[in-house]
């Protein structure tokens, strides 16, 4: 028997798939109907997906059952410390860490005490035109939780 590859192995062997294929991350994400955001973070290991979704995704990029496997396991998630030496993921963790106390302060003033949900929770992202340079627009959309004494 097989074992089933960890996440991380997994998620190179679709990485690499996905380039020698030439698809878009949007092109898996339509072929299982899913969010594109939501569908790179569980190609990426972040999330498990469901066998039909990981059956069609390796079907389309040519990979064994043993990624399928690895799909659907629940993930351990987080963000390996070496990744925040990647510049693009360092400048979320800035943004958040400039920006983070006053986003939290403007949700108790706004909703009461309570925090905003990343499990109830949408992201996107998009580009916008601007003459000085692209922008990228990153939308999170989560549902406020209230705390309930």
Not at 105 to 126: Q, T
Request: glycine letters at 6%.
């Amino acid at each position: 028997m097989t074992p089933i590859l960890a996440k991380a192995d997994a998620a190179e062997l679709i990485v690499a798939a996905r380039i020698r294929k030439k698809l878009t991350w949007a092109d898996i994400a339509g072929e299982i109907d899913a969010p594109v955001v939501w569908c790179v973070a569980a190609l990426l290991g972040q999330h498990p997906m469901s066998a039909a979704q990981a059956e069609k995704v390796c079907a389309l990029l040519e990979l064994d059952g043993s990624v399928a496997e690895s799909l659907q396991l629940q993930p351990a998630r987080g963000l390996d410390p070496e990744m925040l030496s990647d510049p693009t993921i360092y400048r979320f963790h800035e943004a958040l860490a400039v920006y983070g106390p006053a986003l939290k302060e403007l949700i108790h003033e706004e909703f009461g005490d309570g925090i905003m949900s990343a499990i109830n929770f949408k992201v996107d992202i998009a580009r916008r035109e601007h003459p000085d340079g692209d922008r990228v627009v990153v939308t999170f959309d989560g549902k406020f939780l209230d705390y309930r004494w």
